[in-house]
């Protein structure tokens, strides 16, 4: 039985654009979707890759026992397609400059992780608050006519 050491996986269209790529190895942190099979459709980020067994496992992807318990379903990576790379170990974020060097691709020395950028959008929806809070100080007066037609 001979070990793989890594899992070269397909890249998505995106990720094959800002790269120059088609694939790239396999890495615990990466975000993928399962591109074929039961799962179909479904994705998460990777927690684990048994070598031994040539297979994934994905969070919040899950197979029911037969006692009720629930366990890692396992993937087979030619199944799957990554969507986001961690690029937060420094070797890695190297090979991917090296590899679009090659293709002329200028790769951003700091990647953005997607979790920081839903904070801009934060702050857009605390824009789109204050309108209704305008609206809200104009229903107050209509509040105060009621209270005195009340008393």
Request: glycine share 6%; charged share 40%; aromatic share 4%.
């Amino acid at each position: 039985m001979t070990v793989k050491n890594t899992f070269k996986v397909y890249l998505s269209k995106d990720l094959r654009k800002k790269y120059g790529l088609r694939s790239f190895p396999l890495a615990k942190g990466d975000i993928v979707t399962i591109e074929a099979g039961s799962k179909k459709g479904e994705g998460g980020k990777v927690l684990d890759i048994n070598h031994v067994d040539s297979k994934v496992s994905i969070e919040g992807i899950t197979a029911t026992k037969a006692d009720g318990k629930q366990k890692a379903f396992m993937v087979d990576p030619s199944n799957l397609k990554i969507t986001r790379l961690d690029l937060s170990r420094q070797e890695r974020l190297q090979k991917i400059k090296d590899l679009a060097a090659r293709k002329n691709i200028i790769v951003e020395e700091e990647p953005v992780p997607e979790e920081k950028a839903p904070e801009p959008e934060v702050s857009e929806i605390a824009g789109e608050q204050e309108e209704p809070e305008e609206n809200v100080e104009e229903d107050k007066p209509e509040d105060e006519n009621e209270d005195d037609k009340q008393n």
